[in-house]
């Protein structure tokens, strides 16, 4: 079994993939400057809080893209409630094939899902930044080193995904040579990580399913990680927003906003 397909059978019935929360979406929705009628890409939606929330309290128009196709069924059921389903475009497709128009897209989010589109942020981010139209905003949740110390334990676990854990300095250094200005960088909460592991948890006791023994052991040892040395010590999950910049475009005076 794929890992995409792992995740898929643990996330079904799931409101969230990844670490987040509604005041995340709603500080996506801030920093990207996201107003009625601003076409918003989600990658890797699964059944789509933040797309939701965007079009339901900022009447965004949301296109939710993900191979899993029940997923994206309770996508619809839920933004059916929510009134929302016009503004709801659901694409069952790999996000790294997916063919979506270029410069269509006011903002990208990938919450907890970049990694899935290329070995590197600079890969992942130059895949994307076609997408998005003039000044258009990129907006990403990931693990980020903060500690001054990387334990041996924590290397070891990213390295064995293919990863290389970065300062959010970095995170941002990555995507400027992949074309974008970096415009804010948010650590979460040591609450709302722990909430969200809390759920995986629950949800690998849940999933007996013999062919994804090595991808839930790996969970396991990514919960392990973050108890151990999480928060403030050695790594975080962070939300970082950037902008499409432009060849020879000069650098903005400041820094702080969207």
């Keep these: 079994m794929s890992e995409t397909e792992f995740l898929a059978r643990l996330y079904r019935g799931a409101e969230r993939r990844a670490p987040g929360s509604d005041d995340i979406s709603r500080r996506i929705a801030a920093l990207c400057g996201l107003t009625a009628g601003s076409k918003v890409l989600d990658l890797g939606s699964g059944s789509g809080p933040t797309a939701r929330l965007l079009a339901k ?43 979506l128009p270029e410069g269509g897209f006011r903002c990208v989010v ?25 000044d258009g905003r990129l907006a990403i949740t990931t693990a980020a080193r903060v500690g001054r110390v990387l334990p041996s334990a924590v290397a070891a676990f990213y390295q ?34 722990d909430q969200y592991y809390r759920f995986v948890e629950s949800a690998l006791e849940r999933l007996a399913d013999p062919d994804g023994g090595e991808q839930a052991a790996q969970l396991k040892r990514e919960i392990e990680v973050f108890r151990r040395e999480g928060g403030r010590s050695a790594i975080n999950i962070v939300l970082h927003v950037s902008r499409r910049r432009e060849p020879g475009e000069r650098p903005r005076p400041t820094r702080g906003g969207a």
Excluded at 112 to 123: A, D, I, Q, Y
Excluded at 169 to 193: K, M, N, Q, Y
């Design 57 to 99: 309290e900022h009447g965004c128009e949301v296109t939710c893209v993900d191979l899993d196709a029940q997923a994206l069924d309770s996508l619809m059921e839920a933004a059916r409630r929510d009134g929302v389903e016009a503004r709801i475009t659901p694409v069952q497709a790999d996000m790294r094939e997916v063919d």
């Design 110 to 134: 990938c919450e907890g899902s970049v990694r899935f589109l290329g070995p590197s942020l600079e890969e992942a981010s130059r895949r994307v930044r076609r997408l998005l139209e003039l």
């Design 160 to 193: 064995s995904r293919g990863e290389k854990l970065l300062y959010p300095r970095e995170l941002s250094t990555a995507l400027e040579r992949s074309g974008f200005e970096p415009l804010a960088a948010e650590a979460f909460s040591d609450a709302l990580v």
